[in-house]
């Protein structure tokens, strides 16, 4: 027979798993949302998913730290509009969360199409090792490191090589250096992975 205290102890776990499946979501439906609202070029919106404090490392250029900050950035990409593409697609996550904490660690992979009408095109692939933080009752982007692997230009594949990174942003410089120094394809890179196991 099942003592009550046994079944409070059945309770409390579910509870536990119910939260962190909850969380599961909330984490994938806030990057996604990041990758749809860069997508379109919303940098206000996408900034938005920020923590206060979270920081921000794409392609080598930097980190930029606050969500202020990550928002000035963003602002110094090119406006979205007739003749443009920026699709970001998130891919392949790989999320470990502690729901007690309000702490989480995710893994991305991000598949990108960018181009300009009459000016380039581009395929892009990106590996994304990002962490996130509860605030209040929203989870948001404690930092955001997009380590790319390749660029090549969408006419010429990669077998032919790849487009060096772009080591800085027009106008605006980065509060931190790189995490590490890196050159994408035909240069090996592997993102440090936050997890030894799954």
Not at 62 to 68: A, E, K, L, N, R
Not at 87 to 98: A, E
Not at 176 to 186: N, R
């Amino acid at each position: 027979m099942t003592t009550t205290k046994e079944l409070c102890e059945r309770l409390d776990a579910l509870e536990k798993k119910a939260r962190i499946a909850e969380d599961y979501v909330a984490i994938a439906n806030l990057q996604a949302a990041y990758g749809y609202y860069v997508d379109k070029g919303l940098w206000d919106k996408a900034a938005d998913l920020f923590a206060s404090d979270g920081t921000l490392e794409i392609a080598g250029r930097g980190v930029y730290v606050g969500q202020d900050r990550v928002r000035q950035y963003l602002h110094q990409l090119p406006e979205y509009g007739d003749g443009t593409i920026f699709n970001h697609m998130q891919l392949q996550p790989v999320i470990h969360i502690d729901s007690e904490a309000g702490t989480a660690k995710g893994r991305w992979r991000t598949l990108m199409m960018v181009g300009f009408l009459n000016k380039e095109g581009r395929w892009g692939e990106a590996t994304y090792e990002n962490a996130y933080v509860r605030e209040g009752e929203k989870w948001r982007i404690a930092s955001l490191h997009g380590i790319i692997n390749f660029y090549c230009e969408y006419d010429e594949g990669w077998h032919r090589g790849g487009v060096p990174l772009l080591r800085s942003t027009a106008g605006i410089a980065p509060d931190l250096p790189q995490s590490f120094e890196y050159e994408a394809h035909p240069k090996a890179v592997i993102a440090p992975f936050h997890y030894d196991e799954v």
